[in-house]
């Protein structure tokens, strides 16, 4: 089940970078914010800590596009959790603030 949660982040993530430009709407759909979203969290961490992966991922998204998407995709899923669980699962409080801790510099540590 974690893994299907990270998977389902990174696909998210990566739709949302290769479609800055583009509303939410039928985009994506972060099934996993119907689950714990420490189950996703490796994944995030694993984006935001290795170049070397987002490169594997895609070799032209900049870190800025990575940001974006990161936090566009956790607001959604903050938002499905809400709606669909009655039960939140997923939360802005502390997530944001470790995602934007570490994507404050658009340079992304390696």
């Known amino acids: 089940m974690n ?3 990270r998977f389902d982040f990174l696909w998210c993530t990566v739709a949302v970078v290769t479609h800055l430009e583009k509303s939410d709407g039928p985009l994506f759909f972060p099934s996993c914010a119907t689950l714990n979203q420490s189950r ?3 994944i995030v961490d694993q984006l935001v800590r290795s170049e070397q992966t987002r490169r594997a991922l895609l070799p ?15 607001a959604v899923a ?33």
Do not use: M
């Not at 032209?60 to 956790?74: F, N, T, Y």
């Open 78 to 110: 903050v938002t499905q959790s809400q709606t669909q669980n009655h039960v939140t699962w997923w939360s802005s409080d502390g997530f944001d603030e470790y995602v934007e801790e570490r994507l404050r510099d658009t340079s992304l540590p390696k």
């Open 3 to 5: 893994s299907l949660c």
């Open 40 to 42: 996703s969290i490796p």
């Open 60 to 74: 032209d998204a900049s870190a800025e596009s990575w940001k974006a998407a990161l936090i566009r995709v956790e």
